[in-house]
């Protein structure tokens, strides 16, 4: 008799949930027989996910900047509600994406399939009551960061800490002089890595600003080369700004590239997010710049519970890495910390070590570890004893590749 497979319905909302969602995936596969449904993006479409809708309809962020969203955005909640329920999975698994997650784990409730959410919300940083909320809704949840699960379990919650899935990556062996050859980038250049924001609202923001911050640095570093990690949508968007650097430049939507692209920089500007780690992951010093609506930060900072935004920041719970936000995200203030951390760059360096180690639990490939942790919970024996090593052995083959 064939074995039946298990049957994933699988929600992420925003392009770091859909990387997670990606990694996920591919290590279920390598335990068991599965299929999935669900919402998802690039990653999790080429593991094999045929998307509801386009993920970018829940791509919005902020608290003013979703309200005219919102008619669409419950319409895609009673969409995904319906087809999980006409799906009958075995396991809902959401991700990230808190707003839109936690209400269709609310709907499911009554439904008996057992809902686990991966990558919390950021209950450590603000609003706590979160974490109750959580409990009345999720089956278990999947922790990125080792501070994280007694938050949840102090409320009832069974919460894993499974480790984040970007120290599997093996960012740090990308080979950066492939990517300055086959960009041309001259060995002798100073390399800027500029990350604007996945989302477009974020690079319309932060761009006038980042631009002025690469005229300054021009006039104080010559051989300036700046490296746009960007997706191939946004490049119109970056090259009307581009054209006023007045320095080469090179636009990168390859995501194959994407760490070579980081590898190839001496330093590094960035919006805040997901891209703190990865720099900080391929030791690649940097500064963060964000500015978002001034209402919506008020409220924030007004709420939160940490002094930082940046995650290497909170973890390490130090001022490692330069935040220059809202009114302090000024080209000056910028260039004058670019320049610092180019002339200095050894305390960061040394930070992003301790950093990569807090990531992880014990040598366990984060992803693997969190599909372990869903069979677990569902009483599913995994199928592959060494998924483990083969894991780890195709992960490196990828990025060498």
Known sequence: MMKKSLKVYIVAGEPSGDILGGHLMAALNKLTSVRFFGVGGTHMKEAGLNSLFPMADLSIMGIFEVIPHIPRILKRLNQTYQDAIDKKPDVVVTIDSPGFCLRLARKLKKSGIPVIHYSLPTVWAWRRGRAKKCRHVLTHALALLPMEPPYFEVEGLPTTFVGHPLVEAHIEEADGSLFRKRHKIPPSATVLCLLPGSREGEITKLLPTFSETIKKLKKQIPNLFVVVQTFEKYIPLIEKHRKTWECPSVISVNSAEKYQGMKASNFALAASGTVAIELALAQIPMVIGYKINPLTYWIVRSMVYVRHVCLVNIL????????????????????????????????????FVKFKQMLRYRDEIPSVRAAKTILKVLEIKPDDKDVHSKSAERDKSALKA
């Open 316 to 351: 390490l719970n130090r001022s490692i890495v330069p935040e220059c936000l809202q009114d302090a995200c000024s080209a000056c203030k910028l260039s004058e910390k670019l320049l610092g951390i180019l002339k200095n760059p050894q305390q960061q360096l040394e930070a």
